[in-house]
């Protein structure tokens, strides 16, 4: 089981500033099998990321991921009031899938 | 586009079964994976297991015994069934599709609004 590990915990940024969370899995199987997923309150999961770096549908360019092996790093370019939330990674490229245990973006 | 909607008790006894639904509209189960997840209130995300259309399943390891998930494509509907539940099992219970086609691995995409269960007596 690929256990992930996502950093820090919380977040503290203002509108306007870049914010980069990372997420690190136990190990390594060669792939970029890695989704990022935002979460407002109230609100189910939304897919933002997946393949390490692809954005999905209707995903605003202010979102880039990065990264492969057992690094990966999920940067909001310029944070928008509607991007306070938590962030989960993902992984997806076996059984069973796994999440990391969140990034909180909070406002500073 | 697609949409799914879980649906099912909000309240179950300890010991007894959780059942929940997650009904598809705007698109075909066929040719895809579908997946339930789970969230304790204030807690992060628990995958539980998929089925394909074809009704091949897979579970998490940490729920195998307990966990039934199946497909009814003639209804459009993905079922899960948990049994023996206790307060642990308490939980926002969500569907999801998986991305991509005849693909499992694939990330979850789209998401039903979730439900909550709440397990007491």
């Known amino acids: 089981e690929i256990v992930l590990t996502q950093s820090p915990g919380t977040l503290s940024l203002s509108p306007g500033e870049r914010a980069t969370l990372s997420c690190r899995a136990s190990q390594s199987d060669s792939s970029t099998y890695l989704a990022w997923y935002q979460q407002k309150p109230g609100q189910a999961p939304r897919l933002l990321i997946y393949g390490a770096s692809s954005r999905a549908t209707g995903i605003p360019d202010r979102f880039s991921g990065s990264g492969s092996g057992t690094d990966f790093t999920l940067t909001i370019s310029r944070l928008e009031p509607e991007d306070f939330a938590v962030y989960y990674c993902?992984?997806?490229?076996?059984?069973?899938?796994?999440f990391g245990p969140g990034t909180k973006i909070d406002i500073k | 586009q697609v949409q799914l909607q879980e649906s099912g008790p909000g309240l179950v006894k300890p010991s007894e079964t959780l059942s929940l639904t997650c009904t598809v509209s705007?698109?075909?189960?066929?040719?895809?994976?579908w997946s339930w997840i789970r969230q304790p209130p204030g807690k992060g995300l628990e995958w539980i297991g998929y089925?394909?259309?074809?009704?091949?399943?897979n579970y998490n390891p940490s729920l195998k015994s307990r966990v039934t998930i199946s497909v009814d494509t003639s209804k459009n509907q993905v079922s899960l069934k948990l049994s023996s539940v206790t307060a642990a099992d308490t939980a926002v219970y969500y569907c999801?599709?998986?991305?991509?086609?005849?693909?499992?691995?694939?990330?979850?995409?789209?998401w039903g609004q979730g439900t909550l269960v709440t397990v007491s007596s």
């Open positions: 089925v394909y259309y074809s009704g091949s399943t």
């Open positions: 993902q992984y997806y490229g076996s059984s069973p899938r796994t």
């Open positions: 705007g698109g075909s189960i066929s040719g895809y994976y």
């Open positions: 999801a599709r998986f991305r991509s086609p005849y693909y499992s691995s694939s990330p979850f995409d789209p």
